[in-house]
């Protein structure tokens, strides 16, 4: 008597264990279908150290005059560059070797063949200056090269699309769970070395947080489109 007794109150209190906890005997019943992933791709360019001066010679011929504002607050943005060199010519060509990499893993033969269209801009943010949040409208994908970024120079901000919409991503969560869960996730901020190459949709919400150092933050940004069927 006294073993069925304690038999039964165990079963009580599974049962009641079963009802307070969220998942429950539920959990093995669900099916987890994971959709629309947002990926960030981080490179580095090679030989960085060594080509850096010379590619921040090349940008200082395209700095003059007062620019233009688009998502720039307090910085300097300049137009589309039209004429480049060759130390800015092989960057150009670098980052569209990676983009037809990201091709590639996302599935494209012809990737490497593609005709890959291209336009850059400078962006130098002395300290304080920052760009708000944007997208590349009307672009595959955006990509933003970090050319000198000293330590507290600003974050890069990836936003979530659906925390940039303004729609009901549910309550704010301890950053150690969001870390661990992707649907938690309201966005990423990324610290940019020297040299690091960002590739991202181009309809993917970010921004470059404020500089907090004490020199400028110069970058390259661009936006790329291809021409290929998805043979």
């Not at 309201?186 to 040299?195: A, E, F, L, M, W």
């Not at 960002?198 to 500089?211: I, Y």
């Given at each position: 008597?006294?073993?069925?007794n304690?038999?039964r109150s165990?079963?009580?209190?599974?049962?009641?264990?079963t009802l307070?906890?969220p998942?429950?005997?539920?959990q093995?019943?669900?099916?987890?279908?994971?959709?629309?992933p947002?990926?960030?791709?981080?490179?580095?360019?090679?030989?960085?150290?060594?080509?850096?001066?010379?590619?921040q010679?090349?940008?200082?011929?395209?700095?003059n005059?007062?620019?233009?504002?688009?998502?720039?607050?307090?910085?300097w943005?300049?137009?589309?560059?039209?004429?480049?060199?060759?130390?800015?010519e092989?960057?150009?060509?670098?980052?569209t070797d990676?983009?037809?990499?990201?091709?590639?893993?996302?599935?494209w033969?012809?990737?490497?063949?593609?005709?890959?269209?291209?336009?850059?801009?400078?962006?130098?943010?002395?300290?304080?200056?920052?760009n708000?949040?944007?997208?590349?409208?009307?672009?595959?994908m955006?990509?933003?090269?970090?050319?000198?970024?000293?330590?507290?120079?600003?974050?890069?901000?990836?936003?979530?699309?659906?925390?940039?919409?303004g729609?009901n991503?549910?309550?704010?969560?301890?950053?150690?769970?969001a870390?661990?869960?992707?649907?938690?996730r309201?966005?990423?901020?990324?610290?940019?070395?020297?040299?690091?190459l960002?590739?991202?949709?181009?309809?993917?919400?970010?921004?470059?947080?404020?500089?907090r150092?004490?020199?400028?933050?110069?970058?390259?940004?661009?936006?790329?489109?291809?021409?290929?069927?998805?043979?």
């Open positions: 008597m006294l073993r069925t304690i038999f165990i079963s009580w209190i599974i049962d009641r264990l307070i906890t998942c429950g005997a539920r093995a019943t669900m099916e987890r279908i994971e959709f629309e947002t990926v960030v791709w981080r490179a580095r360019l090679d030989a960085w150290d060594e080509r850096s001066h010379a590619v010679q090349s940008l200082a011929k395209h700095v005059g007062s620019g233009i504002t688009l998502s720039n607050r307090g910085g943005h300049s137009d589309v560059i039209s004429h480049v060199d060759a130390a800015l092989d960057v150009i060509n670098e980052v990676f983009y037809r990499c990201i091709l590639a893993q996302l599935g033969r012809s990737a490497g063949t593609a005709e890959v269209t291209c336009e850059c801009w400078i962006n130098i943010n002395p300290p304080g200056a920052w708000i949040v944007h997208t590349h409208p009307g672009w595959h955006g990509a933003v090269l970090f050319i000198d970024s000293p330590p507290a120079c600003g974050d890069l901000r990836i936003i979530g699309l659906r925390e940039s919409l729609l991503v549910g309550p704010e969560m301890p950053s150690e769970a870390a661990s869960e992707p649907f938690l309201r966005g990423i901020d990324i610290s940019p070395r020297q040299g690091d960002f590739l991202f949709p181009g309809w993917l919400p970010h921004q470059v947080l404020p500089n150092s004490d020199a400028d933050r110069i970058s390259i940004a661009f936006n790329l489109n291809c021409g290929l069927d998805q043979t």
